[in-house]
C-alpha cells in the first residue's frame, strides 16, 4: 500500500483496558424533553430531532500499542415553523447536561417574528452576516481539503507553482483556523483511529498521538495534512488533525455585527454544499430556513432564499469582520463534524448566484 508504514509500538496497557465499556440510553433525553414542553404548548410548529452516542474504540498493534478512548457525541437540532416561514436552531452536547433550550426557542420564535414581513430580492452580491454555523460549513470543508498530497501534486486548491500554498496570507485580520483534541469543551479522540486509508489519514497511523495543527496561523496557511507515508514522501512534519475544528474571532457578537450594517443579509443556514471545482475550492448550496434582510442596523425582514456559489479560501480573502468565537452545530455536516467553535463573518461581497425555490 502507498500509505504503508510500521505498526507504532507500546509498552503497557491503558488502566482502563478492560474496564466495561459505558453504553447511553433514553433516560438522556429527559431533561431536554421537559424544556421542550413549553415549545410545545406554543403557537408554532416545532420538530425535530435529538441522538446521543457512546462509541468506545480500542486500538492494538503487533508492536504492542493498547489504546482506547470512549467518545461521547451528542446534537439537538429543532425546526419551527410559523405561517409559511421556517427557522432551524441546533448545538452540540456531549453529555445532555447543558442544553440552552430556552434561548433555542426563543431565537427561534425572534426569526419567525421577522418572517412576518417578506422581500423579494434578486440573485447577485450582497454584504452578507455568516453566523457561525455557517462558518463552520464552510471551514470544515476547507480542513477536510487541505491534504498535502494532493497539493504536492498540484490537484488542490492549496496547490502553488512547484509546491504548495503553505505561508500564503488570506487575510490581515490574524484569525487561527486550528485542531485540537484537548480543546475545553470539544474534546475529542487524542490518537488516529482511521477505518480506512484517505489523502489525510492512514490506517498504518492507527494509534499515533494527535496533536494541535494550526491549519492557518494569524491569517497565512500554515500547515496541510500528511499521514506519515506521505509526510516521509515529501520530507515534511507528520501532520494530523484531531477531529474538531476551531476558529479565533474578535469581540463583537451577532447583534453587535448587525447593528454596525448599513444593507446587507444575514444568513442563518447552509444546505446541499456541493463541490464545483477543486482547483479553487469553488463550493455550491442553498441558504435554507431563514435568510433575512438588515436595513440601518435592524433586522426588518424574511428574503427568498438563494443558490450560491463561493470558496471559503476566497471567504476568508475577502472578510472584513470577525465576531466572537463560539461553540457550534454546522448545519450541513453535522452529521460527521459536531465539534466545533467559529467566529461570525461580515464577507461584503457574498455571491448569490441565483434565486432558489426552496422553502
Partial sequence: ??????????????????????????????????????????????????????????????????????????????????????????????????????????????????????????????????????????????????????????????????????????????LDLYSDAAATGLECTPFVTAASSSQRLSVFDNGMDVGRVDWIRDGAVNALAY???????????????ADNLLMTGGTATLADMVARTERGLLLTTLWYIREVDPTVLLLTGLTRDGVYLIEDGEVTAEVNNFRFNESPLDLLRRTTEAGVSEVTLPREWGDWATRAAMPSLRIPDFHMSSVSQAR
Fill in 227 to 241: 499521514p506519515r507515508a506521505a509526510a516521509r514522501e515529501f520530507d515534511v512534519p507528520v501532520t494530523v488533525g
Fill in 1 to 174: 500500500a502507498r500509505d504503508a508504514a510500521p505498526a507504532l509500538a507500546g509498552t503497557a496497557e491503558p488502566a482502563d483496558w478492560h474496564a466495561p465499556v459505558p453504553t447511553t440510553g433514553a433516560d438522556v433525553f429527559g431533561g431536554v424533553a421537559g424544556d421542550l414542553a413549553q415549545g410545545f404548548r406554543g403557537e408554532d410548529v416545532l420538530y425535530g430531532f435529538a441522538r446521543h452516542e457512546l462509541e468506545t474504540v480500542f486500538v492494538a498493534t503487533s508492536n504492542g500499542l493498547r489504546r482506547r478512548h470512549t467518545q461521547p457525541t451528542g446534537t439537538v437540532e429543532i425546526n419551527a415553523k410559523r405561517s409559511g416561514s421556517s427557522a432551524w436552531a441546533g448545538v452540540s452536547t456531549p453529555d445532555f447536561v447543558d442544553v440552552p433550550v430556552e434561548s433555542m426557542l426563543a431565537d427561534l420564535s425572534t426569526r419567525l417574528d421577522w418572517g412576518r414581513r417578506s422581500v423579494e430580492l434578486p440573485a447577485g452580491r450582497y454584504e452578507t452576516l455568516m453566523p457561525p454555523s455557517t462558518v463552520a460549513d464552510m471551514m470544515i470543508y476547507l480542513t477536510w481539503s487541505m491534504d498535502g498530497r494532493g497539493a504536492q501534486e498540484g490537484r488542490t486548491a492549496l496547490s502553488a507553482p512547484g509546491g504548495t500554498r503553505v505561508g500564503e496570507r488570506l487575510t490581515d485580520l490574524g
